[in-house]
């Protein structure tokens, strides 16, 4: 019988692709990659990646033509809200890059004063479900007016009175002459799966596989971080430290008073971090990067 391999769909070019890559990079799985190619093979694990526009990858899951894929928050959200599959497809987990907002946009002229502005409005957008439940949750009844791309320009054009959009810096709101009135939807990357239940062998390879995300997404800003200082600083030092659990002490040769402090910090450690430490008695201060983690 031929060996079962787990099938995942990810982007194939887009602000989700090099992310997508990179995750599965990390867990030590490398894609071979043709151009154009719509499958990639990985050597280390039996995994199949299937290269996709990211529209249609919930539906590519749900139906199982893949087992799981990684895609936005705001597109599967969107496919769940309008959804037409009889079994949707899950959501796994969070994998923390991707990271924009939905966001309500109005002209800057507009003295904007709160969602019942919306009333009557026409709302151009390529989310309307999102954009629907939002307005119903706020109690608004505007018009929602589906645009597949360019949605920035729908009030320039006068074909909506406001807009609403995905965004990560602001820049394209900006040079349209749009103003941010009001977030709708924070979306990420995140991992979806099947609903039905793999086989044993296919569970196998979804395990170790999220076991391996797992370790990649918490040694992210991870940070193993050195330092010296006095004994009865230890305390009052490990109580600061951001996100460890218990440090290592070790003893300095030939100084009884100073010992040496490992730790695990899981949170990013910033220079304000390290001038704190300071200020508790640390010195010799090293900060080093956790390249993989596992419990
Ligand atoms: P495809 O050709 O695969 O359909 P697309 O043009 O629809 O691609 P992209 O622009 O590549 O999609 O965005 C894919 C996802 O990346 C979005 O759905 C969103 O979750 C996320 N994203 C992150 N930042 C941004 C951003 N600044 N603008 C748009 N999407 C963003
Ligand atoms: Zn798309």
């Not at 692709?17 to 990659?33: I, M, P, Q, Y």
């Not at 890059?97 to 002209?107: E, I, N």
Request: proline residues 4%; hydrophobic residues 45%.
């Amino acid at each position: 019988m031929a060996e079962e391999r787990l099938r995942i769909a990810i982007q194939k070019s887009g602000r989700l692709s090099d992310g997508s890559f990179e995750l599965l990079k990390s867990c030590g799985l490398k894609v071979s990659r043709g151009r154009d190619k719509l499958y990639g093979r990985v050597q280390e694990m039996p995994i199949d990646v299937l290269l996709l526009r990211d529209d249609d990858i919930p539906a590519f899951v749900a139906d199982n033509a893949c087992d799981i894929g990684i895609v936005g928050q705001n597109v599967f959200e969107e496919e769940l809200l309008s959804e037409t599959h009889e079994a949707p497809a899950e959501e796994v987990m969070q994998l923390g890059f991707a990271r924009c907002r939905l966001l309500l946009a109005a002209p800057k002229e507009w003295n904007f004063d709160g969602a019942n502005d919306l009333a009557s409005k026409r709302i151009a957008t390529s989310y309307p479900a999102l954009t629907k439940a939002w307005l119903e949750r706020e109690g608004v009844e505007a018009k929602v007016v589906m645009m597949k791309g360019s949605v920035e320009v729908a009030p320039r054009l006068k074909i909506a009175d406001a807009v609403c959009d995905i965004v990560s810096t602001g820049a394209t709101l900006d040079a349209n002459g749009l103003k941010p009135v009001a977030t709708v939807f924070d979306s990420e990357a995140i991992l979806i799966r099947n609903a039905e239940k793999f086989s044993a062998e296919k569970q196998a390879i979804f395990d170790a596989l999220i076991k391996r995300i797992n370790g990649v997404l918490r040694s992210k800003d991870a940070k193993y971080i050195m330092m010296n200082a006095p004994r009865s600083a230890v305390e009052a030092i490990t109580e600061f430290l951001p996100g460890a659990d218990a440090p290592t002490v070790l003893e300095l040769a030939g100084n009884p008073d100073k010992v040496a402090i490992h730790a695990v910090c899981r949170e990013s450690v910033f220079w304000d971090t390290l001038e704190e430490l300071k200020k508790l008695g640390a010195s010799a201060i090293l900060v080093l990067p956790i390249e993989k983690m596992m419990p």
